[in-house]
C-alpha cells in the first residue's frame, strides 16, 4: 500500500509539473496572440488611414482634372481671341497702308 502511494505521489507530481508547464504555455501563447492582435489593430489602422488617403487623392485628382478642363477651355478662347486680333491687326495695317498710298498719291499729284 506504501508502495502504491509512493506512486501516486510520483503520478502526482508529475500530473502538476505537466499542469503547470501547460500553464506555461498557456501563458506564452496568450501573450502571442496579445501580440497578434495588436499587430493586427495596428494594421487595420494604417489600412483605414491609406483608405482615407487614397479618398482624398481621389478627390484632389477629380479636382484637378476638372481645373485642367477649364484652364483647357480657357486656353482656347484665349487663342481664337488671339487669331482674331491678329487678324484685326492685318485689316488694319493694310488699311494704313492704303491710306498712306491715297495720302501719298494725292499728296504728289
Not at 3 to 19: V, Y
Not at 64 to 77: D, F, P
Not at 92 to 100: F, I, K, P, Q, T
Request: aromatic share 2%.
Amino acid at each position: 500500500m506504501e508502495g502504491d502511494l509512493n506512486e501516486m505521489e510520483i503520478q502526482l507530481s508529475h500530473s502538476n509539473r505537466q499542469a503547470a508547464e501547460a500553464q506555461k504555455q498557456l501563458r506564452n501563447v496568450q501573450g502571442q496572440l496579445k501580440d497578434a492582435q495588436l499587430h493586427l489593430d495596428d494594421a487595420v489602422r494604417v489600412a483605414e488611414d491609406m483608405k482615407e488617403q487614397a479618398a482624398m487623392v481621389e478627390r484632389r485628382n477629380g479636382l484637378m482634372v476638372s481645373e485642367i478642363e477649364e484652364l483647357r477651355v480657357a486656353l482656347e478662347q484665349t487663342e481664337r481671341g488671339r487669331k482674331v486680333a491678329e487678324t484685326e491687326l492685318v485689316d488694319a495695317s493694310e488699311r494704313v497702308g492704303l491710306l498712306h498710298s491715297q495720302v501719298w498719291v494725292k499728296s504728289h499729284f
